[in-house]
C-alpha cells in the first residue's frame, strides 16, 4: 500500500487545488478513502489473519472492520449477526439451511456480538486499572476510562464543579492507576499520543498485572469488533484456546502522518473520489455522483484484473435438498 507521504508526491495534489502539506489535503483524502471502503471489498482490503480464541470469545484488532470468511479445523464456519440469537431454537439447531454439521454439534458458529474498547474483560472484583505510556512525551496527557466499579456504581470523578462521569487518568512515568476498583469497562477516551499505551487490571490479592489493551498513538475511541464463537474439534494452541484462519474486512484508519498508510491503493480512482468531494461541496451533487461512481469503476477494473473470473471459487449448494435453490451459486 501506498503512504500518505509517497501520496502527497503524486499528481493528486492538482486535483484537490489545496497544498499537500494542508490539513484540507488530508481531509480530502481520508473522507475519499473512508467512502470507497464502505463501497465494497477493494483489492488489499481483504486479508487474511490467524488468530487463536479463548473461552470462545475473541475481540478483533484495530485494523479488522468486519469478518467475512472464517475456516477452523479445515472446514468453513457460518458467520452470523446479532439477530442470530432471536431465532427460534429450531432454525438454529434443527435441519434448516443447511445444520446437518449443527445438528451433529460439530459444525460450530460465529455470532458478531458488538464492539468494546479492550481485548479482555476484567477478570474479576478487586483491580484497579494501570495505564502505562512508553513514551515520556506523552507525560500529562489524558486517558478517560468509563463504567462501573465493584459495587456496580457508574465510575465517576469529583471535580471543582459537578461530578463528570468517567475516571480521568493524567498519564506520567511509570504508570498511573484509578482511585477505586473497577468491574467493567464500557467505554475508552484517550489523547492523541506520540508512543502506545497499555492498560493492566492490576491485581492486588495476587500481585499480577493482567492485560486489558493496547492502544496506538493515533487512537483517541478504541472501538475493536468482539465476536463469540461455538467450536468443537481439538486445540493445537495454548491455554485452552483454538486458532482459527479469518478473511477479514480491513476498519477504515485515518492517515496522520507521512508513514500511515493509505488503505485505498489506488492513487486513480482517489483522485476520482477527491474530485467528487469538491464538486459536491461547490453544490453540484451531479456532478460529485458522477465522479464517485467513476472511482468505484476504477476499483472495479482493478479488482476484476487481480481476482479473474477463472480464479474465483464457486460453492454450489446441495442440489436435489428440498431446502435449497437448484444449482443456486455464492462466490468468497
Known amino acids: 500500500m501506498i503512504t500518505f507521504g509517497a501520496f502527497k508526491e503524486t499528481s493528486a495534489a492538482n486535483i484537490a487545488g489545496v497544498s499537500p502539506n494542508s490539513n484540507e489535503f488530508k481531509r480530502l483524502l481520508n473522507e475519499s478513502t473512508e467512502r470507497l471502503m464502505r463501497r465494497g471489498d477493494w483489492e488489499g482490503t481483504i486479508v487474511p489473519i490467524y488468530t487463536c480464541v479463548r473461552n470462545g470469545c475473541v475481540v478483533w484488532p484495530r485494523y479488522v472492520g468486519q469478518v467475512r470468511q472464517l475456516n477452523y479445523c479445515n472446514r468453513h464456519i457460518p458467520i452470523n449477526n446479532v439477530w442470530y440469537d432471536y431465532l427460534p431454537y429450531e432454525r438454529r439447531h434443527g435441519w434448516h439451511a443447511n445444520e446437518w454439521w449443527g445438528w451433529l454439534g460439530r459444525r460450530g458458529s460465529m455470532v458478531n456480538q458488538s464492539r468494546c474498547p479492550v481485548f479482555q474483560d476484567v477478570l474479576g472484583d478487586g483491580r484497579t486499572i494501570r495505564a502505562y505510556n512508553e513514551s515520556p512525551l506523552d507525560n500529562n496527557k489524558s486517558i478517560w476510562i468509563f463504567g462501573e466499579d465493584d459495587n456496580g456504581q457508574r465510575l465517576m470523578t469529583k471535580g471543582v464543579g459537578p461530578w463528570k462521569d468517567g475516571i480521568q487518568l493524567i498519564l506520567r512515568a511509570p504508570y498511573v492507576e484509578t482511585p477505586v476498583n473497577v468491574r467493567r469497562i464500557e467505554r475508552v477516551l484517550k489523547d492523541e499520543t506520540n508512543g502506545p499505551v497499555r492498560l493492566y487490571a492490576w491485581n492486588s490479592s495476587s500481585s499480577v498485572l493482567e492485560d486489558i489493551a493496547y492502544y496506538e498513538p493515533s487512537e483517541t475511541h478504541p472501538n475493536y469488533l468482539r465476536s463469540r464463537l461455538s467450536l468443537s474439534c481439538q486445540s493445537n494452541c495454548s491455554d485452552d484456546s ?66 479473474p473470473e477463472t480464479q474465483i471459487p464457486v460453492e454450489l449448494n446441495a442440489l436435489g435438498h428440498n431446502q435449497h435453490s437448484l444449482g443456486n451459486q455464492r462466490c468468497f
Open 242 to 307: 483454538k486458532p482459527v484462519i479469518a478473511l477479514v474486512k480491513l476498519q477504515y484508519i485515518p492517515v496522520k502522518t507521512d508513514t500511515d498508510l493509505v488503505l485505498i491503493d489506488n492513487t486513480l480512482a482517489l483522485k476520482f473520489a477527491i474530485q467528487g468531494i469538491r464538486a459536491e461541496e461547490a453544490e453540484d451533487g451531479a456532478k460529485g455522483r458522477e465522479f464517485l461512481m467513476t472511482a468505484v469503476d476504477e476499483l472495479n477494473q482493478e479488482l476484476a484484473e487481480a481476482n
